[in-house]
């Protein structure tokens, strides 16, 4: 498993004084497609990683399947509007398209999977999680194996 640093979190929260800079600017499109240019260059970059090192070790590229409510589904319970409205300027379903694209253009396998109860369920042998001696860290009773 690898964790990417992608730094879209900077451009997205920095999109709200580009925006309205923009907006007291003529020619306010230019600086909003700056911006869009900025969030595409990040994502292509990250699907160019992920395609390539999953056909350099020839492994499979695991996605969620996000269900079309999905942004309405992650602020259901968020209160603070700010963090609402960030939420709703990621671009997720953009950035699972772009490691689509870029793993079929390469010949890379893509699985897409449901995301209800991964995280209570085991990768290997597919039982219930239970937890573990330490906080938060979940132990498969049947393999052993342990996710933290």
């Keep these: 498993m690898y964790i990417l640093e992608t730094e879209i979190k900077r451009i997205t929260i920095g999109y709200a004084t580009y925006r309205e800079v923009a907006q007291s600017v003529k020619g ?3 600086v909003y497609g700056v911006i869009r240019g900025r969030e595409r ?3 292509l970059k990250i699907a160019d990683i992920v395609s390539n090192r999953a056909k350099n070790i020839n492994a499979v590229v695991v ?3 996000l269900p079309k409510q999905y942004s309405r589904n992650m602020i259901r319970d968020v209160r603070d509007p700010v963090l609402r409205h ?3 300027q990621a671009r ?3 950035m699972v398209k772009a490691i689509e ?3 079929s253009e390469r010949g890379v ?3 897409k999977v449901d995301p209800r109860n991964t995280s209570s369920t085991c990768p290997l042998c597919n039982s219930k999680l239970m937890g573990g001696n330490v ?3 979940l132990k498969c009773q049947n393999c052993e194996f342990i996710v933290w």
């Design 28 to 30: 306010n499109g230019y």
């Design 92 to 94: 997720f379903r953009g």
């Design 135 to 137: 906080l938060r860290q």
């Design 109 to 111: 396998p893509v699985a």
């Design 101 to 103: 694209e870029e793993c």
């Design 41 to 43: 260059g990040i994502r």
């Design 86 to 88: 960030r939420i709703y």
């Design 63 to 65: 996605l969620e399947k």
